[in-house]
């Protein structure tokens, strides 16, 4: 799966979501997707950020992540049973960042 690649389930998972794919940008920041880091210069670049390597273990930040991915996806579950996805969510990625509030880089009408 790629950005931009449409998915028909609203809740399929990907390989950040299934933590087979870890994202570790350049400042030693472990991030929720390395799809999200820098996307578009977002206004907020941060949201994704997990846990600072430089301060915490890969265990506790592990953890961390873990944790962060339940709660996204109990929120994703919520949105569907509230009816609040729409055709643009059927993207997975799309999804992502608008939860991360990185959606003001994007030019969807």
């Known amino acids: 799966m790629a950005m931009g690649y449409r998915v028909p389930r609203p809740l399929v998972s990907c390989p950040p979501l299934d933590m087979s794919v870890l994202a ?4 030693g920041y ?3 997707c390395p799809d999200l880091a820098n996307y578009r210069d977002a206004a907020d670049d941060s949201t994704d950020i997990i846990a600072d ?3 915490h273990s890969l265990t506790r930040s592990l953890k961390l992540l873990a944790n962060r991915i ?3 996806r109990r929120h994703k579950i919520n949105d569907a049973v509230e009816g ?3 055709a643009v969510d ?3 990625c ?3 960042l608008g ?3 990185k959606a003001d880089a994007l030019d969807i009408p």
């Open 24 to 27: 570790i940008d350049y400042h």
């Open 30 to 32: 472990l991030r929720f």
């Open 53 to 55: 390597l430089n301060l």
């Open 70 to 72: 339940a709660l996204f």
């Open 84 to 86: 609040e996805l729409t």
């Open 90 to 92: 059927s993207y997975p």
């Open 94 to 96: 799309y999804y992502c």
């Open 99 to 101: 939860y991360f509030n």
